[in-house]
């Protein structure tokens, strides 16, 4: 494909009216589809990524680009321009982080490698979720040596900077077109090398051991809910940063509420007369607070009745959710002969008003079905 004939703007696949943004994000990704180390040594991709590489370098430059808009390709020949441009390696450097990834810091060296991050499974109680806690747990982790102070060195002893990269942490090797920088085999990317490693943690700079923690679990927790414990992770190798641990908490099925975010639901049975009556029933909240509510005569199976303010508390925030209280209207299982006989002599009574919904759906079955 030549280049001196091709427009720029069509080889990215963008408009002449584009910005810098949107042509840089077209480079990129039509770099990685057409890199060398992506197609097996395809010359056909090779020349493809060798075009748009430099109709990169011309639209990314305020006055190539207006060179370019101005004269096209003409720009650029017989000395007009500065020059023909060419790739800019800055910006392959861009992609090869985007394919291969880079654990490399702005001055070369590999960048020291922070410790892994730990996570703690922990179930609580719905009370306990409702009051807040602070909890004590053991875990296995990585910490700093106590012989090397996590420097990794025997006591006495030091670091070299690695003659293989002189101190840079990566190394380079030719790979066709380009030069591909990986991380040092001799020193692992970390620049220097220990000349006598510590006998306890092998030049690890860290050893496991048994840790207790103070876990503080605020009030409103729910499962879920994520705790993190800045630093309390695994130690990094050879004194790099730690890691941090994350509690992920869960909380228990509790035998009276259930619990949607803030709002705290329980179902409570109740006799057919008091449903027919109306009554209240005095309902605890995890506070400890016991809170009166009012069953309405006439109430209906699976109605819901809400008292404000006695739910949840907000997490991190203020005030409390909503208990929710559903009746479950109970319908007698054992009866005395008493109380059958007065039943029939109630049943004797209807007219059909006192329950609207059964005679309005029987109601419905004649007009649908002519009975």
């Known amino acids: 494909m030549s280049t001196t004939e091709t427009?720029?703007?069509?080889?990215?696949?963008?408009?002449?009216?584009?910005?810098d943004r949107t042509i840089k994000a077209a480079y990129r990704k039509l770099a990685m589809e057409f890199h060398p180390d992506r197609n097996g040594g395809c010359k056909e991709n090779e020349a493809k990524f060798k075009a748009i590489s430099v109709a990169y370098d011309c639209l990314k430059d305020p006055q190539k680009r207006a060179a370019y808009d101005r004269y096209g390709h003409a720009a650029f020949q017989n000395g007009m321009g500065g020059g023909h441009p060419g790739a800019d390696f800055g910006d392959i450097g861009d992609i090869f982080e985007t394919i291969f990834g880079s654990a490399f810091g702005a001055g070369g060296r590999q960048q020291a490698r922070r410790g892994a991050d730990l996570r703690y499974d922990m179930e609580i109680t719905l009370d306990e979720a409702f009051h807040g806690e602070s909890r004590e747990i053991e875990i296995e982790v990585s910490q700093?040596?106590?012989?090397?102070?996590?420097?990794?060195?025997?006591?006495?002893?030091?670091?070299?900077?690695?003659n293989l990269c002189s101190g840079h942490g990566k190394v380079r090797a030719k790979q066709g077109f380009f030069v591909v920088e990986?991380?040092?085999?001799?020193?692992?990317?970390m620049g220097e090398v220990i000349e006598s490693p510590c006998r306890s943690c092998g030049g690890e700079g860290r050893s496991d051991r048994?840790?207790?923690?103070?876990?503080?679990?605020?009030?409103g927790v729910d499962t879920g809910t994520r705790i993190r414990l800045a630093g309390r992770g695994e130690a990094g190798p050879r004194?790099?940063?730690?890691?941090?641990?994350?509690?992920?908490?869960?909380?228990?099925p509790h035998p009276v509420f259930q619990r949607e975010g803030t709002t705290?639901?329980?179902?409570?049975?109740?006799s057919f007369t008091i449903a027919a009556l109306g009554d209240s029933v005095k309902i605890p909240d995890l506070g400890g607070e016991s809170h009166e509510v009012t069953i309405?005569?006439?109430?209906?199976?699976?109605?819901?009745?809400?008292?404000?303010?006695?739910?949840?508390?907000?997490?991190?925030g203020r005030g409390r959710g909503d208990l929710v209280v559903e009746i479950v209207v109970e319908t007698p299982t054992r009866l005395s002969a008493r109380q059958k006989e007065l039943l029939r002599e109630f049943r004797e009574t209807e007219t059909g008003e006192e329950c609207p919904?059964?005679?309005?759906?029987?109601?419905?079955l004649k007009s649908a079905f002519g009975t």
């Open 296 to 316: 309405p005569a006439g109430i209906q199976s699976g109605k819901q009745l809400r008292v404000r303010g006695a739910g949840m508390p907000v997490l991190q």
């Open 357 to 364: 919904e059964s005679r309005g759906f029987f109601d419905k």
């Open 264 to 270: 705290l639901l329980t179902r409570v049975p109740v």
């Open 210 to 219: 048994p840790q207790r923690i103070e876990v503080d679990i605020p009030p």
């Open 239 to 252: 004194g790099a940063p730690p890691g941090d641990l994350y509690i992920f908490v869960h909380v228990a």
């Open 182 to 189: 990986r991380p040092c085999p001799n020193c692992h990317g």
């Open 144 to 162: 700093a040596c106590d012989s090397c102070h996590g420097s990794g060195a025997t006591p006495g002893t030091g670091v070299r900077r690695c």
């Open 7 to 19: 427009d720029y703007y069509e080889l990215l696949g963008v408009e002449r009216t584009a910005d």
